[in-house]
């Protein structure tokens, strides 16, 4: 599994997205964002930044934005 880093969208952005993660390909896309309203922000972007568990999956990389 590979990481790679982007910017965030000029639309999270406007909604006040700090971190998303998506693994990618995926024909339907799941993106897990963090707003900065989030109370528990630091440990979400820790758990999603994990992606160890999916080494071995169909996924061959994580589409990250911050």
Do not use: C
């Not at 693994?23 to 989030?38: A, F, G, R, Y």
């Not at 528990?40 to 999916?54: G, H, V, Y």
């Amino acid at each position: 599994m590979r990481k790679v880093y982007k910017s965030l969208t000029q639309d999270q952005k406007a909604r006040g997205v700090v971190f998303s993660s998506q693994l990618m390909p995926d024909n339907e896309p799941t993106i897990h964002e963090v707003l900065s309203t989030d109370d528990d922000k630091e440990q979400t972007i820790a758990r999603l930044k994990d992606d160890k568990f999916f080494n071995s999956s169909e996924w061959n990389y994580n589409l990250i934005r911050k």
